[in-house]
């Protein structure tokens, strides 16, 4: 579906970054490896190589707008083109249960310059790439980002103003051929696999709350709907959430 | 008992005018700027409310700059900031500190343009901080809900944001992509805010939290 098409992932080194990395290369991608620790960033890579794709490590920290634009220049030198970005990248600080009462503008920092701000200028580096080739950009949002998350009111409040983003970038960069849609994941992630050896009865119950019974894998559930919104398949869709979330969510 | 409104664009002034004309007590703040630290809006709020006790929080607040249009393209890191992120900061200093002052069982209602919901070309940066704070309010009202504190939104179209405002800034509003013509005729959005915010002060909202009502004459009705 993507032969010899170019795309970008950031925050590609685990979690869903990672899933939707392998299975891009599944269908034949060029895979830029958006990382901050290029050094951390070898199993994915040879993941990406190993599943038929062609794997290309960036140094990536979405917050240094300096990295973030060499790494798309990087991929135009050595390929010549930019058909898809997702940006998937989060706070470190992402899944940490906010006090919001108590909080502070450093913590919120900490999630909008990722997740806001990165949003924003991603876009802008991309752009005249992605109006070359007919792109796609693909925002990884967050279910949390729909309904509203008391533990994560911070997480909650920038993976929603990803979503008003694309509704409004769509919009604006539908004259140019650029769709631009978000996912709504519900997937396995590193700090739920810490979860599932500390508290298995939690991550069980988590589990039973998903129609489908499982947490989606980032690979296999999250990875397939990624390709479909980056490649042609889609051409006619754009300002769009899709929730991915095994039934978690019906009514959202 | 006082009614404390945030926010110094047309629509927060005019829903204060409104309360005050009603005869009830209202607390403002007159430099939205307060709120861009924690120890300063704490302040200003306490300073504003005096010993009265809040009734009811309205949220009507954000920077002007993000109504001007511009392609994302086109604007600097800075005036990113000017037109998305600083109104997401001071809507989350505001619910913050806000908080800190009311009573269990105080309604907290927001007011927000409508153009979050659909997207607007050239409003990227103002639909992004909308859609942001829509959802920071859906989060705080479950947070908050133990208090039976509630916390709604009302989405009021674009101009209608603008109360009193719109003549300084004729010619930057772009038309928002609707469906349609409003529903309904013309009315005083300033009634239908007021209107929505009793109900939501009245027994008749005590369950309704994390809510997103329309006040825009269905310009935008939402799937």
Same mark, same amino acid.
């Given at each position: 579906?993507?032969?010899?098409?170019?795309?970008?992932?950031?925050?590609?080194?685990?979690?869903?970054?990672?899933?939707? $990395?392998?299975?891009?290369?599944?269908?034949?991608?060029?895979?830029?490896?958006?990382?901050?620790?290029?050094?951390?960033?070898?199993?994915?890579?040879?993941?990406?190589?190993?599943?038929?794709?062609?794997?290309?490590?960036?140094?990536?920290?979405?917050?240094?707008?300096?990295?973030?634009?060499?790494?798309?220049?990087?991929?135009?030198?050595?390929?010549?083109?930019?058909?898809?970005?997702?940006?998937?990248?989060?706070?470190?600080?992402?899944?940490?249960?906010?006090?919001?009462?108590?909080?502070?503008?450093?913590?919120?920092?900490?999630?909008?310059?990722?997740?806001?701000?990165?949003?924003?200028?991603? $876009?802008?580096?991309?752009?005249?790439?992605?109006?070359?080739?007919?792109?796609?950009?693909?925002?990884?949002?967050?279910?949390?980002?729909?309904?509203?998350?008391?533990?994560?009111?911070?997480?909650?409040?920038?993976?929603?103003?990803?979503?008003?983003?694309?509704?409004?970038?769509?919009?604006?960069?539908?004259?140019?051929?650029?769709?631009?849609?978000?996912?709504?994941?519900?997937?396995?992630?590193?700090?739920?696999?810490?979860?599932?050896?500390?508290?298995?009865?939690?991550?069980?119950?988590?589990?039973?709350?998903?129609?489908?019974?499982? @947490?989606?894998?980032?690979?296999?559930?999250?990875?397939?709907?990624?390709?479909?919104?980056?490649?042609?398949?889609?051409?006619?869709?754009?300002?769009?959430?899709?929730?991915?979330?095994?039934?978690?969510?019906?009514?959202? | 008992?006082?009614?404390?409104?945030?926010?110094?664009?047309?629509?927060?002034?005019?829903?204060?005018?409104?309360?005050?004309?009603?005869?009830?007590?209202?607390?403002?703040?007159?430099?939205?700027?307060?709120?861009?630290?924690?120890?300063?809006?704490?302040?200003?709020?306490?300073?504003?409310?005096?010993?009265?006790?809040?009734?009811?929080?309205?949220?009507?607040?954000?920077?002007? $700059?993000?109504?001007?249009?511009?392609?994302?393209?086109?604007?600097?890191?800075?005036?990113?900031?000017?037109?998305?992120?600083?109104?997401?900061?001071? $809507?989350?200093?505001?619910?913050?500190?806000?908080?800190?002052?009311?009573?269990?069982?105080?309604?907290?209602?927001?007011?927000?343009?409508?153009?979050?919901?659909?997207?607007?070309?050239?409003?990227?940066?103002?639909?992004?901080?909308?859609?942001?704070?829509?959802?920071?309010?859906?989060?705080?009202?479950?947070?908050?809900?133990?208090?039976?504190?509630?916390?709604?939104?009302?989405?009021?179209?674009?101009?209608?944001?603008?109360?009193?405002?719109?003549?300084?800034?004729?010619?930057?509003?772009?038309?928002?992509?609707?469906?349609?013509?409003?529903?309904?005729?013309?009315?005083?959005?300033?009634?239908?805010?007021?209107? @929505?915010?009793?109900?939501?002060?009245?027994?008749?909202?005590?369950?309704?939290?994390?809510?997103?009502?329309?006040?825009?004459?269905?310009?935008?009705?939402?799937?």
């Amino acid at each position: 579906m993507l032969d010899g098409q170019v795309v970008l992932v950031t925050g590609a080194a685990a979690g869903v970054g990672r899933g939707v $990395a392998v299975s891009l290369a599944r269908a034949g991608a060029v895979v830029g490896i958006g990382v901050r620790r290029p050094e951390a960033a070898g199993e994915v890579a040879d993941e990406v190589r190993d599943a038929g794709g062609t794997p290309v490590i960036l140094r990536c920290d979405v917050t240094n707008a300096q990295q973030s634009a060499e790494a798309i220049e990087q991929l135009i030198d050595t390929h010549g083109r930019l058909n898809a970005l997702v940006h998937n990248a989060v706070s470190n600080r992402s899944s940490e249960p906010t006090d919001f009462e108590h909080a502070d503008l450093d913590l919120w920092e900490e999630h909008a310059s990722v997740t806001v701000r990165a949003t924003w200028r991603l $876009a802008v580096q991309a752009h005249p790439h992605l109006r070359a080739t007919q792109g796609a950009y693909l925002l990884m949002t967050s279910p949390a980002g729909i309904e509203g998350s008391a533990p994560l009111p911070f997480y909650s409040a920038v993976k929603a103003a990803q979503r008003g983003f694309v509704r409004a970038l769509a919009r604006e960069w539908g004259p140019d051929g650029i769709r631009v849609n978000s996912i709504a994941p519900l997937a396995v992630s590193p700090a739920l696999e810490n979860l599932r050896a500390t508290d298995p009865e939690r991550v069980a119950r988590i589990e039973g709350l998903v129609p489908l019974g499982r @947490l989606g894998d980032p690979t296999d559930d999250i990875g397939p709907p990624s390709v479909f919104l980056c490649s042609q398949e889609a051409r006619y869709v754009t300002g769009q959430t899709l929730v991915v979330s095994g039934g978690r969510f019906t009514s959202l | 008992m006082t009614a404390l409104v945030i926010g110094t664009g047309g629509l927060a002034r005019s829903i204060g005018e409104h309360f005050v004309s009603a005869g009830r007590s209202v607390a403002t703040i007159t430099a939205d700027a307060v709120f861009d630290d924690r120890v300063t809006a704490g302040d200003a709020l306490r300073s504003a409310v005096g010993d009265s006790v809040v009734e009811l929080v309205v949220l009507a607040q954000l920077d002007p $700059a993000g109504f001007a249009t511009a392609p994302i393209t086109a604007i600097t890191e800075q005036q990113w900031d000017d037109t998305c992120e600083r109104s997401l900061r001071r $809507a989350f200093i505001a619910l913050q500190q806000a908080h800190d002052l009311v009573a269990d069982g105080t309604p907290i209602v927001l007011v927000l343009p409508n153009v979050g919901a659909v997207g607007v070309a050239g409003l990227v940066p103002l639909c992004t901080a909308v859609e942001g704070i829509r959802v920071m309010a859906k989060a705080v009202a479950r947070r908050w809900g133990a208090r039976s504190i509630t916390v709604n939104t009302i989405g009021v179209e674009l101009a209608a944001f603008m109360l009193g405002d719109t003549e300084d800034r004729s010619g930057t509003v772009p038309p928002v992509p609707v469906l349609g013509s409003p529903a309904l005729p013309a009315s005083s959005v300033v009634d239908d805010v007021v209107g @929505l915010i009793e109900v939501f002060e009245s027994p008749a909202g005590r369950a309704v939290t994390g809510a997103f009502l329309m006040a825009d004459r269905g310009t935008v009705m939402l799937p």
